[in-house]
């Protein structure tokens, strides 16, 4: 599911946790994805405290499922 960080103008797909800019018609640059592991220290820094927790949960996730072997 592509989730909208409104905060950082960015979609995020929750699977693969790809970050995605977004234009301003709300349409992704498919050709601008960075995984949410990589994007800056600026970025992190201007997330929404709501768009802060929603990363957090997400790479939650993720940790939870690469340390139990899940998909």
Do not use: F, P, R
Request: charged letters at 25%; glycine letters at 2%; hydrophobic letters at 35%.
């Amino acid at each position: 599911m592509i989730i909208v960080l409104e905060s950082v103008v960015t979609a995020i797909d929750d699977q693969t946790l790809i970050t995605y800019a977004m234009y301003e018609n709300g349409h992704m640059d498919i050709n601008s994805g960075i995984h949410l592991e990589n994007c800056s220290k600026h970025w992190y820094s201007c997330l929404s405290e709501d768009d802060k927790m929603l990363v957090e949960h997400l790479l939650d996730v993720k940790n939870y499922k690469n340390k139990n072997n899940l998909s």
